[in-house]
């Protein structure tokens, strides 16, 4: 009798390229991070700065209801104390070219938005998103940090003692990346590793997430 076969599990990696096509890899299975290494423009870049020397204290959330394909996403409003800074209508139209993309993307109809000032790390340890994927941008300062596959042995997660010293990856400002997490079917027990970066005492940073919903 012949053996049955055990289907294998496709090799887990991430990928990058330079055009927002980078993103729709993240539709591949085994990938668990897709990122598109964009700059950002000028005006925009110096909207985060002047954002960022402000120093106010700024944590949003909203929910974007989209009720057809080619609806328009409203975050007009976001940062609103901002909105006499240079550079907020295109900030703003940034956001919603992100949101709208994101949902295109995966067939979203909600969307869960956050738009963070932090001066420390908010999840400082290495972990994963019980998510089933995650857009994560930096608009100032730095990005954040990832592990490749097998650099750190995930039953010790959240663990700063197992936490490797070296072959940590990072996201550099403005670029975008799709995180899958745990809830992503096919990618149970294989959500990206990643965590905040240290801050130093002066260091601000401006970060955006958008979260699949339904």
């Not at 960022?52 to 328009?72: F, M, R, T």
């Not at 972990?127 to 490749?148: M, N």
């Not at 490797?164 to 990618?187: D, S, Y």
Request: include cysteine; proline fraction near 5%; charged fraction near 20%.
């Amino acid at each position: 009798m012949l053996a049955p076969l055990i289907p294998l599990r496709p090799l887990i990696r991430q990928t990058c390229g330079d055009t927002p096509l980078a993103l729709s890899e993240i539709l591949e299975d085994g990938v668990n991070l897709a990122l598109w290494q964009r700059q950002l423009p000028l005006h925009i870049a110096e909207f985060g700065a002047l954002l960022v020397a402000l120093n106010a204290p700024l944590a949003e959330s909203l929910v974007i209801e989209l009720g057809s394909e080619d609806a328009v996403p409203n975050v007009q409003g976001l940062a609103a104390i901002c909105c006499d800074l240079d550079g907020y209508e295109g900030f703003i139209a940034d956001v919603s070219w992100l949101v709208s993309a994101f949902a295109c993307l995966l067939g979203a109809r909600r969307i869960g938005v956050r738009l963070r000032l932090l001066d420390k790390a908010m999840c400082p340890r290495f972990h994963v998103d019980h998510v089933p994927v995650r857009l994560i941008t930096t608009y100032a300062g730095i990005g954040s940090q990832w592990l490749r596959e097998g650099v750190m042995d995930r039953r010790q997660l959240g663990q700063a003692d197992a936490e490797p010293g070296e072959r940590i990856e990072q996201i550099h400002c403005g670029e975008v990346a799709l995180l899958k997490g745990t809830k992503w079917h096919g990618n149970e027990g294989h959500g990206l590793i990643h965590r905040s970066p240290s801050l130093k005492t002066d260091e601000r940073r401006l970060i955006l997430t958008l979260d699949w919903l339904a």
